[in-house]
């Protein structure tokens, strides 16, 4: 009984492992790309990447910011403050210009092949 | 006849009319009590004590306090109880030997937009003296929603973004919005609605009608690399020329600064909540942390005197600590 008992909680650790291996495969293959946000800069300040990545903007700066693509429409975050993320996948080749809608100075660019 | 004299501008390394030396020299004199002044490019700096204040009961005496930037909400190193010194500069205004007949607050009241942020200044703000309070909006007022629960709350009598105009004692006063539809790489921007308003609001005004202008970001270019600085003031600007007396009372950059330009004085107020580094001298216009005993000495209120008869009100930040 001891036996059996202890078999059936291995298997449910084996499994339940295996499912967090998974999900955490699947986090590394979405997110291919980073871009920190601090001191009031984009950095990367020009990131390329390959057409179906998703890039995930971080704000380690202790001010808020807001990412909003050129045209104000491709995409837009909501506000961040420190350590908030926001992630846009990139799925059509182009040149992608945006900035920090309340600091307009900061510019970056995502180019996507 | 306006002269615009370079002469005694030794470190302008940048060439941008800053005598950064000379402005770092003042702006430690700030905190014990002088204020700096730009005029025609040159940095002078005054005692608070020989600044007149006017006497009290002058005929024709207007008084009011410019408060800025109170990021509600803020609570990083720099300060984490933007409460506590917004309370602080209440008591400040309380203390004046004259009371403010009203406030003007110029933008960044909340940090976030967040309702509860609005909310916590207006509470504040009721236990102060002076019950009238204008407000403009900053960029921080302004996220996610363009400005719908700013004008919600403070928009009454205003038009389109929260502009407005009114008078007090014979001053006119224009309250201007220049955070809204900012583009990438972008300074502050009025845009065409805003101005032609303007341009219809003072056409009938007598050229003696003493005129305040306040809005958030400088409508001078203090800055333009850190974004201190608004594309299309020049216009606006333009439909004052005719005017003799022109104060323009701006906020946004978290330190007090003043230029002269003929009959225009430009004044900037400091923060409530947090002090940011002069022009140039750190990577970026962040907050800029302080030794806790220094905070309140880099915060302020600015107390503004207008006496029928002089052509420049009286302008007089004082610290909080």
Known sequence: MKCVHAVGVMAIFISVSGLFVTAAEREEESIKAEIKIDNFAFMPTELTVKAGTTVEWVNRDDIPHVVVSDDKKTFKSKALDTDDKFSYTFTTPGTYSYFCSVHPKMTGRVVVH | MKAHSKAGLIY???????????????????????????????????????????????????????????????????????????????????????????????????????????????????????????????????????????????????????WRSFDKNGVH??????????????LGSLGT??????????????????????????????????????????????????????TVLNGHIHQTMQKIEGQVTFHTAASTAFPQPPPGQAQGPGPMTVPAEQLRQLLGITDVNYLRGRQALAIVDSKLG
């Open chain 2, 173 to 186: 006063f224009i309250g201007l919005v220049n955070v809204m539809n900012l583009k990438a790489g972008g």
């Open chain 2, 193 to 246: 609605e805003q101005l032609e308003w303007l341009e219809g609001d003072v056409k009938g005004l007598g050229a003696s009608t003493p005129i305040v202008v306040f809005a958030h970001i400088p409508l001078w270019n203090v800055y333009p690399q850190w974004g201190w600085g608004t594309e299309d003031s020049a216009q606006a600007l333009g439909y004052l020329k005719r005017f003799g007396s022109v």
């Open chain 2, 12 to 162: 302008d390394h940048n060439h941008d009319g800053v005598d950064r030396r000379g402005f770092l020299k003042c702006m430690a004199w700030a905190g014990t009590g002088a204020l700096c002044v730009m005029k025609a490019g040159v940095l002078r700096s005054a005692s608070l004590s020989g600044i007149s204040g006017a006497t009290a009961g002058t005929a024709g005496e207007l008084r009011f306090v410019q408060i800025s930037d109170s990021h509600m909400g803020f609570n990083k190193p720099a300060n984490q109880d933007v409460v506590g010194t917004l309370k602080a500069a209440v008591e400040k205004i309380n203390a004046l030997p004259q009371a403010p007949e009203f406030l003007l607050h110029t933008g960044d009241i909340s940090h976030l937009s967040r309702p509860e942020e609005f909310e916590a200044v207006e509470q504040i703000l009721k236990s102060c003296v002076a019950k009238e309070v204008f407000y403009v909006p900053g960029e921080h007022d302004v996220i996610n929603d363009d400005g719908a629960q700013f004008l919600e709350r403070f928009g009454k009598g205003s038009h389109g973004a929260g």
